[in-house]
């Protein structure tokens, strides 16, 4: 079993049986650890895509609570483009052109997907060097306490975004008035300024845009703003409970909202506040989904969890209809499953992951690896749900 993803270099070669003949190979110029390492890296992923037993299916130790990690880790471990992204070491192109001087979380990361794939089936891996680094970047997953997997998530493509950042200056702040545009033109010229100052490879991958619109009832006035997201937080709808469908869901979070009261805003044609109407539509969808199901929520009293089946599928989501203009470029193909089992008060996580290798889903439970029918994948402990997109989206 695989206790750490650190290699050891050996401080001096081991004595050749034929020492003329060692001298006469020995190169001129010693290679440093780094090119050496890289060399044994490299040899190990080479060998990897020529090994029909390395198939990301090793396992993650619990270095004491930390199953919510690993649930994480193994979707992240199985989302195509985010593993080659790793395994090809194409960040450590972007790392040597970023201006941030912090880079241990990509490369731990970027390290421990790499010993994943390299990896026996059923070797267990200790993920103890990436927590390091998390807990640096975000102390507080320091200690021994259990996390939620989705604040968990954003914090760490939070991270990995920062330290692959393509931008290395970013530009000043210039408010611009973009409100004559029409409103497919102002989510490009916003998506545009996003890009100025916010380039990875994690957000290639992760970052939608989000269109968020308020229509005055008093004058009719529509004003809009478009906003980057990671994932998205769905309410359970009740409707049809015990059981509910994940279209449910993204039509409750869609559906138009009535801000009153209190909550009324100030509309910018009366210049006073007024009754709106509120609705969310999703302007550029991400090659990754991630759908978040708000299982949890928090009363004064204390924290409680909902049971509700939800209905997902696992080939073709069609999410056309929440677009908030004509697109072919919103069709989904689930990979990846983070569960949540138990209570608030004793909980645990496990993943449920399709291969990119194979096809293959597979329960990884912290060092527990064991293959399961798609017919499995479906339960009332989903809470994150990974999703890929079948076909790329227009990038303009």
Not at 121 to 133: A, G, H, I, R, Y
Not at 239 to 245: A, I, L, N, Q, S
Not at 261 to 274: I, L, Q, S
């Amino acid at each position: 079993m695989r206790t750490s993803y650190t290699v050891t270099l050996p401080e001096e070669p081991p004595a050749s049986p034929f020492p003329a003949l060692a001298k006469e190979l020995r190169p001129r110029s010693p290679l440093s650890p780094s090119l050496l390492l890289s060399t044994f890296v490299g040899l190990l992923l080479n060998k990897a895509k020529n090994s029909k037993s390395a198939q990301g299916l090793a396992g993650l130790r619990n270095l004491g609570n930390t199953c919510f990690m690993n649930s994480i880790l193994q979707c992240l471990s199985n989302t195509r483009e985010l593993r080659d992204y790793c395994l090809q070491r194409l960040y450590m192109r972007d790392l040597s052109h970023s201006s941030n001087a912090h880079t241990a979380l990509m490369e731990e990361f970027a390290k421990l997907i790499q010993t994943i794939w390299t990896s026996s089936p059923n070797d267990v891996v200790s993920p103890s060097e990436f927590k390091t680094q998390i807990q640096r970047y975000a102390p507080r997953f320091v200690g021994y306490n259990q996390q939620d997997a989705q604040e968990f998530l954003r914090f760490l493509l939070d991270g990995l975004h920062n330290e692959v950042n393509r931008v290395t200056v970013r530009p000043k702040s210039n408010p611009e008035n973009l409100d004559h545009l029409p409103d497919d033109e102002k989510g490009r010229q916003m998506w545009r300024k996003y890009l100025e100052r916010e380039d990875s490879r994690i957000g290639d991958l992760f970052v939608g845009q989000l269109k968020s619109s308020l229509t005055c009832t008093d004058c009719g006035y529509c004003s809009t703003v478009f906003d980057p997201f990671w994932d998205l937080s769905l309410p359970i709808a009740k409707r049809g409970y015990p059981e509910v469908t994940l279209m449910d869901c993204m039509r409750l979070f869609t559906k138009e909202d009535v801000l009153d009261g209190d909550e009324k805003p100030t509309c910018c044609r009366c210049r006073a506040r007024k009754r709106c109407i509120k609705k969310f539509s999703i302007q550029r969808f991400p090659k990754i989904l991630v759908l978040h199901l708000k299982r949890f929520s928090e009363s004064r009293i204390r924290t409680s969890k909902l049971t509700t089946f939800v209905n997902f599928p696992l080939r073709d989501l069609d999410l056309r209809e929440f677009a908030s203009e004509n697109t072919n470029h919103a069709v989904y193909n689930l990979y990846a499953v983070s569960n949540h089992s138990g209570t608030t008060m004793g909980g645990h996580y496990t993943a449920y992951c399709r291969s990119p290798v194979t096809g293959e889903w597979h329960t990884f439970n912290d060092s527990s690896v064991t293959p399961m029918s798609s017919s499995q994948v479906r339960t009332s402990d989903a809470y994150l749900l990974f999703y890929e997109l079948a076909s790329p989206p227009s990038r303009m």
